[in-house]
């Protein structure tokens, strides 16, 4: 059974940072893609950024480019979202997802495994 607990959140200040992270158990993620989305109350779920679990390729969504970066640690089967300059509109829950192909989908319908969240929220 799949498992992905996200933890990092926390209460920043504006251009504050905070390290997220996914720890992901269950099965082998080889030819996976590890995702990063966020949602506010009343929006959808947003893309942030993913990568792929061998190879290491990275995408970003527009808003957090520049600021944020993803990374994994094959060892501890983690996967790392590094925010720095972080804004107010930044503020969301932050979740942790897995898709068992390497095709590049920003979608979140495209996604088959999901943590529980995390809140990120970044004051002025």
């Known amino acids: 059974q799949v498992q992905l607990v996200e933890s990092g959140g926390g209460l920043v200040q504006a251009g504050g940072s905070l390290r997220l992270s996914c720890a992901a158990s269950?099965?082998?993620?080889?030819?996976?893609?590890m995702a990063w989305f966020r949602q506010v109350p009343g929006k959808e779920r947003e893309f942030v950024s993913r990568?792929?679990?061998?190879?290491?390729?990275?995408a970003y969504a527009d808003s957090v480019k520049g600021r944020f970066t993803i990374s994994r640690d094959h060892a501890k089967n983690t996967v790392y979202l590094q925010m720095n300059i972080l804004k107010p509109e930044d503020t969301a829950v932050y979740y942790c997802?897995?898709?068992?192909?390497?095709?590049?989908?920003?979608?979140?319908?495209?996604?088959?495994?999901w943590g529980q969240g995390t809140q990120v929220t970044v004051s002025s």
């Open positions: 997802a897995a898709r068992g192909s390497t095709v590049y989908y920003t979608t979140p319908e495209k996604y088959d495994y």
């Open positions: 269950g099965r082998s993620f080889s030819n996976y893609a």
């Open positions: 990568i792929t679990w061998n190879r290491g390729m990275t």
